[in-house]
């Protein structure tokens, strides 16, 4: 039987003109066809590491695929953004991305990555604001007594950090711009450092998020004197904010997931869906409740948006205080 090479070629050069125009959703028909790396940018222990955990956990039953949780902390979470920054944009390596990533690269002279292009946010899961803490015994029992003994003895106060850039150093940063004071930064190794450095009574006070510190406040090991949102903190409705007392001023945390820069958007869509599916979850919504965040998901359009607006906002900080890494 003689090959009609003719009618071979027609058909492949049909078989690729089909495939070039095939919709996007059909190519996310095959995602995901293996394991998923979860890179959680930070040590394992801290609030951050806990969060990967579940999410991983339940991406995992979602997808019908291992979601592996791998620890690359340093460089306040830049050398695990720069690993999936890197990584083949196949949606299979993904980042736990927190509120300290567009506060680091806000700091960042040399950038390892192009911030806006390199990363492809899928959608938060998560947002919580700062508790401002002091120890058990510490002589402040408000916030504002806090502001007016820091303004009475200016540098007598410390406070302590997962590292310089961190979103909880810059958000001390932006009450001492704002309140005019000037408190000491204590730069520690990460993880939970910086809570063992308050509870130890090394420094006068933390910016520690709800996951880790709402169980010491509740036993009595820690004060909490204010939480850093807009608008009072839902798990603690009788705290003031630092707002109430410094006008204007407002910071929040999340935890959200980013696949590398140049995933096709039918991965990117089909990640945020299930990150949606997860959050509605009543258990899940429970669960990081109790973490201290306040469950929500947006678009992978908003999800950017907001990080490059916080972006902007830690790059007016960084420069007015003349914060070096």
Same mark, same amino acid.
């Given at each position: 039987?003689? $090959?009609?090479?003719?009618?071979?070629?027609?058909?492949?050069?049909?078989?690729?003109?089909?495939?070039?125009?095939?919709?996007? &959703?059909?190519?996310?028909?095959?995602?995901?066809?293996?394991?998923?790396? /979860?890179?959680?940018?930070?040590?394992?222990?801290?609030?951050?590491?806990?969060? #990967?955990?579940?999410?991983?956990?339940?991406?995992?039953?979602?997808?019908?695929?291992?979601?592996?949780?791998?620890?690359?902390?340093?460089?306040?979470?830049?050398?695990?953004? #720069?690993?999936?920054?890197?990584?083949?944009?196949?949606?299979?390596?993904?980042?736990?991305?927190?509120? #300290?990533?567009?506060?680091?690269?806000?700091? #960042?002279?040399?950038?390892?990555?192009?911030?806006?292009?390199?990363?492809?946010?899928?959608?938060?899961?998560?947002?919580?604001?700062?508790?401002?803490?002091?120890?058990?015994?510490? &002589?402040?029992?408000?916030?504002?007594? $806090?502001?007016?003994?820091?303004?009475?003895?200016?540098?007598?106060?410390?406070?302590?950090?997962?590292?310089?850039?961190?979103?909880?150093?810059?958000?001390?940063?932006?009450?001492?711009?704002?309140?005019?004071?000037?408190?000491?930064?204590?730069?520690?190794?990460?993880?939970?450092?910086?809570?063992?450095?308050?509870?130890?009574?090394?420094?006068? /006070?933390?910016?520690?998020?709800?996951?880790?510190?709402?169980?010491?406040?509740?036993?009595?090991?820690?004060?909490?004197?204010?939480?850093?949102?807009?608008?009072?903190?839902?798990?603690?409705?009788?705290?003031?904010?630092?707002? %109430?007392?410094?006008?204007?001023?407002?910071?929040?945390?999340?935890?959200? /997931?980013?696949?590398?820069?140049?995933?096709?958007?039918?991965?990117?869509?089909?990640?945020?869906?299930?990150?949606?599916?997860?959050?509605?979850?009543?258990?899940?919504?429970?669960?990081?409740?109790?973490?201290?965040? %306040?469950?929500?998901?947006?678009?992978?359009?908003?999800?950017?948006?907001?990080?490059?607006?916080?972006?902007?906002?830690?790059?007016?900080?960084?420069?007015?205080?003349?914060?070096?890494?």
């Amino acid at each position: 039987m003689r $090959l009609n090479l003719k009618r071979v070629f027609t058909s492949a050069l049909m078989l690729v003109t089909l495939t070039a125009v095939l919709p996007a &959703p059909a190519w996310a028909q095959t995602y995901p066809s293996r394991a998923i790396t /979860l890179v959680c940018p930070f040590a394992p222990g801290g609030s951050a590491d806990i969060m #990967a955990r579940l999410i991983g956990q339940k991406l995992s039953e979602g997808l019908n695929v291992p979601v592996v949780v791998e620890n690359k902390p340093g460089a306040g979470g830049m050398v695990g953004a #720069a690993f999936v920054a890197k990584a083949k944009p196949d949606g299979h390596t993904l980042l736990l991305v927190t509120g #300290a990533y567009p506060a680091t690269a806000a700091l #960042a002279k040399t950038p390892q990555f192009d911030y806006s292009k390199d990363l492809a946010m899928v959608s938060m899961v998560t947002s919580y604001p700062f508790i401002v803490n002091v120890p058990a015994n510490a &002589p402040f029992k408000t916030f504002s007594e $806090l502001l007016t003994y820091a303004k009475n003895n200016q540098g007598k106060l410390n406070y302590a950090t997962s590292g310089i850039g961190s979103i909880s150093h810059l958000s001390a940063e932006l009450m001492n711009v704002m309140g005019g004071i000037e408190t000491v930064h204590i730069p520690t190794k990460g993880g939970t450092s910086a809570l063992s450095e308050l509870l130890g009574g090394r420094v006068d /006070l933390i910016f520690e998020a709800p996951t880790l510190s709402l169980p010491l406040i509740k036993s009595g090991k820690l004060r909490a004197l204010a939480s850093t949102g807009h608008e009072r903190y839902k798990a603690m409705p009788e705290l003031p904010t630092v707002a %109430e007392s410094l006008p204007g001023y407002e910071v929040y945390s999340f935890i959200g /997931l980013a696949a590398t820069g140049g995933t096709p958007e039918s991965i990117v869509n089909a990640l945020n869906s299930e990150v949606r599916k997860m959050v509605s979850n009543p258990d899940v919504s429970r669960r990081l409740r109790e973490l201290g965040g %306040e469950p929500q998901v947006n678009s992978a359009a908003e999800m950017n948006t907001y990080v490059s607006n916080e972006l902007k906002k830690w790059r007016q900080v960084i420069d007015g205080r003349k914060i070096e890494r």
